[in-house]
Structure formats: C-alpha cells, structure tokens
C-alpha cells in the first residue's frame, strides 16, 4: 500500500534552535512531494514542494526541504526555531492515477519553547 | 482574495438526517478535493475532482457523495449521515497540474450524533 509516515507525533525545540520534522514515503513511481503547515482553527497552507532538480528545496517562513530519493525521505528543517513556528506540519505525496492523488501523512505537531 | 470558501462551519446533526457541505473556489482551479481530518490519520481523500462532470473516489468514500457541475463548486453530500463520520472536513483546490499547491478551505466540524 502506498503511505507517507510522520514518524514522530511531537516535537519538541526550543526558540533559536534547529528543526526538523521528518517524513518518509513508500510510493510507486517518481512523487510530488510537499509540506504543509495547520494553525490552529484554519485550513492548511502550503509550505514548499519538490518537484525536480536541487534536493534542497526553500520555501515561506524560512523553512527549507531536503529531498533524498535513495531514502524516500523529505525532512522539513529550519535553522532556527520561532515559538510562532508552532504548529501542526503535513508531509504528503501526490501520484498519478491516471488523476492525482494526494496522500497525506499523519502529521507532526511542533511546540517551540521560548 | 484567492479563497476556497465552505459552509458550514460548524455543524451538529442526527444520524441519517441527509446534509451537503458546500465549498466554492475563485482561482478557476480544475481539480478540487475533499478530506477528512482525524487525529492520528492526518488528512484522508474522500473524493477529487479533475475537471466539471469529472470525479473519481479517494481513499474514503463510502457514504459520501460529491457532484461538480460548476468550476468553482464542488458540494459533498452525506445523504445518510452516521456518528462514524464525525470528522473535521476539508475541501481543497488546485490548478491541473500534479505538481501544483493546493489550497484550502477553513474546514467544516460536523458532528453527527
């Protein structure tokens, strides 16, 4: 079955210090990968995506991804954490099915400390 | 303002009493989607749409109904609601191509008891 995996359900950092929040997929084919972020009582926003080309992949709020094909991985990272950054993060995978289909993972919530 | 609009809210309800959640988009987007949002599952695809009269099944779509006779609308019907689709609703939209954003809605709680 295809999935995306979020393997932690918490993280945890303290303001000023780096992130990552982790994803993993098992899809068939060559994925569309994205990130998007939940804030509390709103819909999802999108963060950034890789689609080809450079593995390191920047996008809104200072937030950068690194896409790694040979580990089906595409971390989310941050140099330095802002307690507004807290928030629910969302990997997903979009395949083609003939239509796209999006796949989400079970997402990851971050709580940065000041 | 680039939006996806639902409607409802929020909306509490009894088992089998029919209802449809609207969603309508202003980008002149293709493909628009729904989701369910449940704790531990993350966003799950109930039904997509690629284009007017165009709609194909997601991961979860039994007991719902969708229709997409207008570009910007794509409404989702549960015609006979049960506590097991108690959820938070999301309806999504995005240009054709698979590689593009999408955005979303502010989301629907429905609560059927």
């Known amino acids: 079955a295809q999935s995306v995996a979020q393997p932690e359900d918490q993280v945890n950092v303290a303001e000023g210090n780096p992130l990552t929040v982790k994803c993993t997929y098992s899809v068939s084919g060559n994925p569309y990968l994205f990130w998007y972020v939940q804030y509390p009582n709103r819909g999802l926003q999108f963060l950034l995506k890789?689609?080809?080309?450079?593995?390191l992949v920047k996008g809104s709020y200072g937030f950068e991804a690194e896409f790694n094909k040979s580990q089906t991985s595409f971390h989310l990272k941050k140099p330095s954490a802002l307690v507004s950054d807290s928030a629910l993060y969302f990997c997903a995978v979009r395949i083609n099915t003939g239509g796209f289909k999006t796949i989400f993972g079970a997402g990851t919530r971050l709580f940065v400390k000041a | 303002e680039a939006q996806v609009t639902q409607n409802p809210r929020y909306l509490i309800t009894v088992t089998g009493k029919k209802l449809t959640v609207t969603c309508s988009q202003n980008?002149?987007?293709?493909?628009m989607s729904w989701y369910r949002q449940d704790p531990g599952l993350g966003l799950r695809q109930i039904y997509y749409s690629m284009n007017v009269e165009v709609t194909d099944k997601g991961d979860v779509p039994e007991g719902y109904k969708v229709s997409r006779k207008e570009k910007r609308n794509f409404p989702l019907i549960l015609e006979s609601p049960s506590p097991n689709q108690t959820s938070l609703y999301f309806c999504?939209?995005?240009?054709?191509?698979?590689?593009?954003?999408?955005?979303f809605g502010q989301g629907t709680r429905l609560t059927v008891v």
């Open positions: 890789y689609i080809t080309g450079d593995n």
């Open positions: 980008m002149n987007h293709e493909y």
């Open positions: 999504a939209s995005s240009l054709i191509q698979g590689d593009r954003e999408a955005f």
